[in-house]
T-cell receptor, first 114, second 111 residues
């Protein structure tokens, strides 16, 4: 049973560029959430996708956008990268009708903006 | 006041001791509480969740929830060096809502 898979694992981008991160949820899960974790901090919620729609959004600017595909996989796009966007980006999947087991996290994408 | 607060740490305990990790929260509407363990450079791994007042035990781990006092704690009995990691407290207000995390506390278990 495959867990949550994210790609790429590491990425280096230049300020002002755009980046796309990808996530495949755990088998059987239909909801994908994205989190940003800066060094020494807890993960911060970016947004959640269910049924190909953004259902909830955290306090992140519009430079952060996403998409969910019919197979439940998801992408996170960040435009006009800033140095402060350097962080570990985590994807978490869950089942909307599931019990309170929290979310299953992927191994993350480490983004470095230079 | 931050939504989820954890002791700043780091916390250091000798091998075999009980490690006590505490977390307080501000939103009384919080329904579910989670403890995640995160090794350096890795993603968070769910250890336990709790949503009813009282204690919940799973092996060497015990989660304690007191909604009246708005705190949740994690006890690790017989601590092992392999327990050395950052422990993240998180809560959820409603089903399928976002997880709100604390900053985390780093635990070091000395052999």
């Amino acid at each position: 049973d495959a867990g949550v898979t994210q790609s790429p694992t590491h990425l280096i981008k230049t300020r002002g560029q755009q980046v796309t991160l990808r996530c495949s949820p755990k088998s059987g899960h239909d909801t994908v959430s994205w989190y940003q974790q800066a060094l020494g901090q807890g993960p911060q919620f970016i947004f959640q996708y269910y049924e190909e729609e953004e259902r909830q959004r955290g306090n992140f600017p519009d430079r952060f956008s996403g998409h969910q595909f019919p197979n439940y996989s998801s992408e996170l796009n960040v435009n006009a990268l800033l140095l402060g966007d350097s962080a570990l980006y985590l994807c978490a999947s869950s089942l909307v009708a599931g019990t309170d087991y929290g979310y299953t996290f992927g191994s993350g994408t480490r983004l470095t903006v230079v | 006041q931050k939504e989820v607060e954890q002791n700043s740490g780091p916390l250091s305990v000798p091998e075999g001791a009980i490690a006590s990790l505490n977390c307080t929260y501000s939103d009384r509407g919080s329904q579910s509480f989670f403890w995640y363990r995160q090794y350096s450079g890795k993603s968070p791994e769910l250890i336990m969740f709790i949503y009813s007042n009282g204690d919940k035990e799973d092996g060497r781990f015990t989660a304690q929830l007191n909604k009246a006092s708005q705190y949740v704690s994690l006890l690790i009995r017989d601590s092992q060096p392999s327990d050395s990691a950052t422990y993240l407290c998180a809560l959820r207000i409603g089903a399928n809502s976002k997880l709100t995390f604390g900053k985390g506390i780093t635990l070091s278990v000395r052999p």
